[in-house]
């Protein structure tokens, strides 16, 4: 295949610091990360508005990174 295996998208969000929040989650399970439009936040007021980051990981890896995102999700949720 030309470029690399290929990725699948599977979280978006507006916070650079959520992004990267996350993808250090999915490192320490053992999930690499890519993140699409990550320089973005530099072109703020250049644009119609903010454009997602995109968190992307193989497709091998795709069931795996949602059960990691989505638990670290419910955790962030339940109340304290």
Same mark, same amino acid.
Request: glycine residues 4%; without cysteine.
């Given at each position: &295949?030309? =470029?690399g295996p290929a990725m699948k998208r599977?979280? !978006?969000?507006?916070?650079? &610091?959520? /992004?990267? &929040?996350?993808? %250090?989650? *999915?490192?320490q399970n053992g999930i690499e990360s890519m993140l699409e439009n990550e320089f !973005? !936040?530099? *072109? %703020? =007021? &250049?644009g119609p508005g903010? %454009?997602? *980051?995109?968190?992307? %990981? !193989?497709?091998h890896d795709e069931p795996g990174a949602i059960h990691v995102i989505r638990?670290? *999700? /419910?955790?962030?949720?339940?109340?304290k």
């Open positions: &295949m030309i =470029g599977i979280y !978006s969000t507006d916070s650079l &610091m959520e /992004a990267e &929040m996350l993808r %250090v989650f *999915l490192r !973005s !936040s530099q *072109l %703020v =007021g &250049m903010p %454009v997602p *980051l995109i968190i992307t %990981v !193989s497709d638990k670290h *999700l /419910a955790k962030k949720e339940k109340p």
